[in-house]
């Protein structure tokens, strides 16, 4: 069955709003896990409506690690968002990528340190969802073509390789990374935002801004904050003519196995459940509930 399309924007660092649309309204939502980063702008990007949240608050306040990402994705979902782009500052780890290029990942790779919570499972209520593809293959192909429309230098596919942070790699983790993964860049965000996304049985990608090399490339000088944030002010520009032209390119109305991803799911007898735990994840699977 299909679903009309609403797009929501998760921005990473350096994006923390879009300037020149029209905003419709600011929602500043509770959730049963909290509240989220920050108010979720409703905006019009031509005629469509998109629904922005910046990841780590406006000013940039939270940590990786601190990022509430649980109430950010059901926050959204209150909002019937279910597609997703997310933004990524990200170091790169292979040589055929230069800072300012973007990546549009198919594969992720978790050394996150379990302090995150990373599932609306749990507390009652048992389920798993299918990841062995993490991203939206669907809405990856969007986001690539909408990169290419925008001028951007993109890289189709490769590993995005979460770490814990907030520190940056060692060196001997660097070159770890790169020859045993064989990741495309690192980063610190995409889970466990991506594992809730499929759980809220959202279409989720990732538009990863290349930022600066880490710290393995020998002919380049290590990663440092003022190089990060000097390249995120040039991507930043590019970056929102990208969600621009996404919200362009989506269709009316989506079939997407993504926004079925919990149907089966859920393997708790319905008659075990308490009425506690069924209000807790109403939003995400009333219709499972009934």
């Known amino acids: 069955m299909s679903q009309s399309v609403v797009l929501g924007v ?3 660092s350096g994006l923390y709003h879009i300037e020149g649309v029209e905003t419709i309204a600011e929602h500043r939502l509770d959730t049963p896990f909290g509240a989220p980063s920050d108010a ?5 990007i031509d005629d469509n409506t998109v629904h922005f949240l910046p990841r780590h608050g406006r000013g940039h306040r939270l940590l990786p690690s601190e990022v509430p990402s649980r109430a950010n994705i059901h926050a959204l979902k209150q909002l019937g968002v279910n597609h997703v782009l997310a933004i990524s500052a990200c170091g790169i780890m292979q040589e055929d990528i230069r800072p300012g290029d973007m990546i549009v990942p198919d594969q992720i790779f978790d050394r996150t340190r379990g302090h995150r919570p990373s599932t609306f499972f749990g507390d009652g209520i048992v389920g798993h969802v299918m990841f062995a593809d993490p991203f939206c ?4 192909g969007e986001v690539i073509a909408a990169a290419q429309e925008a001028g951007a230098n993109v890289h189709e596919g490769g590993t995005y390789l979460c770490m814990e942070g907030p520190a940056f790699s060692s060196r001997a983790e660097s070159h770890f990374y790169r020859n045993a993964v064989g990741a495309a ?3 610190m965000t995409a889970l466990p935002e991506a594992k809730l996304a ?24 290590d990663v440092t ?3 990060v944030l000097a390249v995120l002010r040039a991507n930043s520009a590019l970056a929102k003519q990208v969600v621009s032209e996404v919200a362009t390119r989506l269709p009316a109305e989506s079939a997407c196995p993504c926004l079925r991803a919990a ?3 859920i393997i708790t007898d319905p008659a075990v459940i ?12 009333g219709k499972y509930l009934d």
Do not use: F
């Not at 499929?198 to 000088?221: F, I, K, N, S, V």
């Not at 308490?274 to 699977?285: C, G, H, M, T």
């Open 185 to 187: 860049v690192i980063g």
């Open 225 to 227: 904050v003022d190089q």
């Open 40 to 44: 979720i702008v409703e905006a019009r």
């Open 263 to 265: 149907e089966s799911a």
């Open 137 to 140: 293959e669907t809405l990856r």
């Open 198 to 221: 499929r759980e809220a049985e959202m279409c989720y990608a990732l538009l990863a801004t290349g930022t600066d090399y880490d710290c393995w490339h020998e002919e380049e000088e």
């Open 10 to 12: 998760i921005g990473g």
């Open 274 to 285: 308490s009425p506690e735990a069924k209000e807790r994840l109403w939003v995400l699977y």
